[in-house]
């Protein structure tokens, strides 16, 4: 097995086959079917909301990677007259830098410095978009998500409860028939506002936002997941955090740190290995929390499993799929395609090898014949 895979990752190198996950399967007895929001997907690798889901374009060379799922550019919600609280958010900036980042034990990871914040064209914009989405989500194409930032009061304020309504309303026309998947984000940029000084505030937040966003659909089918972002306080708020949110119905855990130096949000090791570490405890103290996906500094297969062992259906990336070419392994193909060669073939980190050695290790066993990523999750909760 382990030459075959050598083999594959050698000649997949030069192309990825669009349907990884079955030849996967077929060769090696692995299941890598997972979940994000209760929608079944082949393997649980997709992009996490930014500046590489903003258009047809970059959905159409996902769908051709075979990519298992894509979250939208986070849109500032707006009322019927076209008012946005959180106008400050839709800034425009262009510029992104790539860049090394070591951590504090010394590991040198990737960071994406910038300092733009959500969807900065027009609504209507954004709503061909979703469209777009809808129907490569309707053909089993490509399962797209919008994702939305609304308005978040201080505690003695009421929440803006039209720019709920027309963001959601409008949302779900565009979306049409079927399921509509929504992520709401609780952006890192958050982290560097006063207001998210206040825990009291951040948790009635968690704990009301399900109810307004539900309530704008009315009646329509509608799954939720919250974005939930790392706190400037310490792990056990991070825990307050996930019980907060028991409404959502699914997690997600949880967008970049937050420099307080540079005045920028940041990933690398540092972010993976906060956002296990609060997972893990959360699963010792036996928390009950709607289903998990995991976000941050996922860079290779091996980070992907450890996010299923904390008890994630699924990760969002980012940063991996924004490296100088030169960073990965295979010669050809979009940069969508050589990071999930990476993730999926490299013989060492990726996820075919190190599902295999945690069979060997006795921690994960053939069902019916066959390993699945999807136990590994279970065993989590
Ligand atoms: C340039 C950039 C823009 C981002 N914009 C958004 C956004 O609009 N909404 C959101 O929910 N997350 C946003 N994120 C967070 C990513 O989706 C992801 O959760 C986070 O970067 C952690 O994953 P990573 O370490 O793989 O990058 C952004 C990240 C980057 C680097």
Redesign the pocket.
Do not use: A, Y
């Given at each position: 097995m382990p030459d075959r895979l050598t083999r594959d990752f050698e000649r997949f190198g030069g192309g990825l086959p669009r349907d990884a996950a079955a030849h996967i399967r077929e060769i090696y007895g692995i299941d890598l079917t997972a979940r994000y929001l209760g929608f079944t997907i082949p393997h649980p690798i997709g992009k996490?909301?930014?500046?590489l889901s903003l258009n047809a374009e970059q959905l159409e060379t996902d769908r051709a990677a075979g990519l298992a799922f894509v979250?939208l550019?986070?849109v500032i919600a707006e009322d019927a007259g076209g008012s946005r609280s959180m106008e400050a958010w839709a800034v425009h900036e262009t510029r992104?830098k790539v860049e090394r980042r070591p951590a504090a034990d010394g590991r040198e990871g990737w960071t994406?410095t910038?300092k733009?914040?959500?969807w900065d064209r027009s609504f209507d914009d954004y709503l061909a978009l979703v469209r777009r989405g809808a129907e490569l989500t309707r053909a089993g194409e490509l399962l797209t998500v919008p994702?939305v930032k609304y308005h978040l009061p201080r505690l003695e304020e009421p929440f803006r409860e039209e720019e709920y309504r027309h963001t959601t309303g409008r949302i779900a026309d565009a979306w049409g028939a079927g399921t509509l998947p929504l992520?709401k984000?609780f952006?890192?940029t958050l982290a560097g506002d006063a207001l998210a000084d206040e825990r009291a505030c951040i948790l009635r937040w968690l704990r009301e936002v399900p109810g307004r966003i539900r309530a704008a659909v009315d009646g329509r089918p509608l799954r939720l997941a919250l974005?939930l972002m790392n706190a400037r306080f310490d792990d056990t708020f991070q825990l307050d955090m996930l019980a907060a949110a028991a409404e959502a119905d699914a997690l997600v855990c949880f967008?970049?740190l937050w420099d307080e130096q540079g005045r920028v949000a940041y990933?690398g090791w540092d972010?993976s290995a906060r956002n296990l570490r609060v997972l893990h405890e959360a699963r010792q103290a036996k928390l009950h929390r709607p289903a998990l996906v995991g976000?941050?500094?996922?860079h290779s297969g091996r980070l992907v499993l450890e996010y299923a062992r904390a008890g994630c259906e699924s990760v969002?990336?980012?940063?991996?799929f924004q490296l100088p070419l030169g960073e990965y392994p295979a010669t050809a193909g979009s940069r969508t395609q050589r990071a999930l060669h990476a993730l999926l073939f490299h013989p060492v980190e990726g996820m075919v090898a190190g599902m295999l050695e945690l069979e060997r290790a006795g921690v994960l066993h053939r069902r019916g014949g066959e390993l699945r990523y999807l136990d590994l999750c279970e065993q989590a909760a």
């Open positions: 996490g909301s930014g500046q979250i550019k986070t992104m994406v910038w733009g914040r959500g994702s992520e984000d952006s890192p974005k967008n970049r990933g972010l976000t941050g500094d996922v969002e990336l980012h940063t991996f």
